[in-house]
């Protein structure tokens, strides 16, 4: 019998698999899509929930400040010196609070309501109320001295998870705790000098002393007055007209207060204790020029022809900037510099450092500090001159710092300058101190991520370990060097760069 080989071919076609995949494909896809949405949705619930809870802390806070400071600004001040609540993007417009990887951006509404079951006054004063607060009808009898009620601190968090933006919102109402029924002062008029300007403005350097007139809605057993809050006495005469005196000068001709802004306030009590709402006035001081810069110190540091200067800033809050002036020999001014960076002779009133490109052997240095002179004087916008720097013509430099390791805290060994462990996530830098052949090191400069000038970040002076601490972590990775600097300034040479975190 012949042998007949088979013809029978078992097996899956192509057809079949690629069917298969299809149907497979389709099944993966879905389990794929429904993990995703789930993620989603869970990142999205813990960031609703991070939200809220932020919110109710910022509430919290709202609640320990006095009633009479609560404002958006007392309330953001507050904020900020709250582990977890500070603002996280300091440099940039807004208020930023970062909780669980998210940036919840903050919208802050603090505002005064006028219950009317206790009727209505007049909203006028420095209270601020909220747009939709009851308001009397025009011509109507205001009876409520104190038609501060209670305060609404309304809290805004917005954030993206996902492209998505979201929103969360929480409201609470503050109850005045003096309840309206203690006196409330009505007015505050700056008697002498006299002035119609808002804010009210003092520019004589004859005007020693101003007085104020404060009136009350009821009689009052006192009225304290302040100055940028900070209570100064009780002021004279009652029951409803109070006048007290504000001492701009010391007895010995020195200002008792420099040329700034003001917020003077009256605050009316009753015999219990009770107050009613409070009157503030800004008061501009402008009289006299700028004082005498101080602490003026500096030297060559030692690349190429480089003198390096810095100086404190001046208490005056007014002022247009500061002046530098070189001088090759004792006593005289000499002549106005422009300090790298700038394009004019005035630096800005923040700044508080020059460097001069000047070569030669000793130099001169001063600085003065520049206002805008009072309406119509003639009066120079310098002020007096600093104590003469004498900058030598040679230095030798002190050596560079080595060394140089990171390390971010929470982890095992990574000490403060303190010696204590630091904070986790702090980054900290430390090195090997330098030394100086005719001098002392004075303190220490950091850069970061470059080595120019334009890279110096932070000046560190040791106390007492040599070890510097990030004041401004961004989570990104950096480059960092570090020089030693002398007390004639003399800059050593950088050290090797270390990356953190």
């Avoid at 350097?205 to 101003?210: H, M, P, S």
């Avoid at 009753?270 to 101080?294: H, M």
């Avoid at 005056?316 to 070189?326: H, S």
């Amino acid at each position: 019998m012949a042998f007949c080989p088979s013809t029978d071919q078992r097996g899956f076609t192509l057809v079949e698999v690629l069917v298969a995949i299809f149907v497979l494909l389709v099944g993966v896809l879905g389990v794929v899509s429904l993990v995703d949405t789930s993620n989603a949705v869970t990142s999205k619930t813990k960031a609703r929930e991070g939200g809220s809870n932020v919110a109710r802390s910022i509430i919290e806070v709202s609640r320990s400040i006095r009633y009479r400071e609560l404002t958006a600004a007392e309330l953001l001040d507050a904020l900020a010196n709250r582990q977890g609540l500070a603002d996280f993007k300091p440099a940039v417009p807004g208020y930023t609070i970062r909780s669980r990887d998210v940036n919840y951006e903050l919208t802050l509404i603090v505002c005064a309501l006028d219950d009317p079951q206790d009727n209505l006054g007049a909203h006028n004063g420095p209270t601020t109320f909220c747009s939709d607060s009851d308001v009397a009808v025009s011509g109507a009898t205001l009876t409520d001295r104190n038609p501060d009620d209670y305060k609404r601190v309304r809290v805004t968090l917005t954030w993206t998870t996902r492209n998505v933006s979201q929103t969360v919102t929480q409201t609470s109402a503050i109850i005045n705790p003096v309840g309206g029924l203690g006196p409330s002062v009505t007015s505050l008029v700056m008697t002498s000098p006299t002035s119609n300007s808002n804010p009210l403005l003092i520019e004589s350097a004859g005007v020693t002393r101003a007085t104020f007139q404060a009136t009350t809605s009821t009689s009052a057993a006192e009225v304290d007055w302040s100055v940028n809050g900070d209570v100064q006495g009780q002021a004279s005469g009652g029951p409803t007209t109070w006048t007290f005196q504000w001492d701009l000068t010391k007895s010995n001709g020195e200002p008792l207060y420099y040329d700034c802004t003001y917020l003077i306030q009256a605050d009316a009590h009753d015999n219990e204790g009770r107050s009613g709402s409070p009157f503030a006035r800004t008061v501009k001081l402008n009289r006299i020029a700028p004082v005498k810069p101080t602490a003026l110190e500096g030297g060559r540091n030692g690349n190429g022809n480089w003198v390096d200067l810095e100086w404190l800033p001046n208490p005056e809050c007014d002022l247009v900037g500061y002046r530098v002036y070189r001088s090759t020999s004792a006593g005289a001014a000499g002549t106005a510099i422009v300090c790298d960076g700038q394009s004019t002779t005035i630096l800005p009133p923040d700044q508080t450092s020059c460097l001069d490109n000047a070569a030669g052997s000793d130099l001169y240095y001063s600085v003065v500090a520049l206002d805008t002179p009072p309406s119509g004087s003639a009066r120079s916008p310098e002020g007096v001159y600093s104590d003469q720097l004498h900058v030598f013509g040679s230095n030798l430099l002190p050596s560079a710092p080595t060394g140089v390791s990171s390390c971010t805290g929470g982890s095992p060994g990574c000490n403060g300058a303190d010696g204590q462990a630091a904070s986790s996530g702090v980054i900290i830098i430390s090195w090997n101190a330098s030394s100086d052949p005719d001098g002392s090191i004075q303190y220490y400069r950091i850069y970061r991520d470059g080595t120019s000038y334009a890279s110096r970040f932070d000046t560190f002076y040791p106390d007492p370990g040599l070890a510097w601490s990030e004041p401004k972590p961004d989570g990104q990775p950096h480059t960092y060097n570090v020089s030693a600097v002398d007390n004639r300034f003399g800059e050593s040479p950088l050290s090797a760069p270390v990356t953190a975190p």
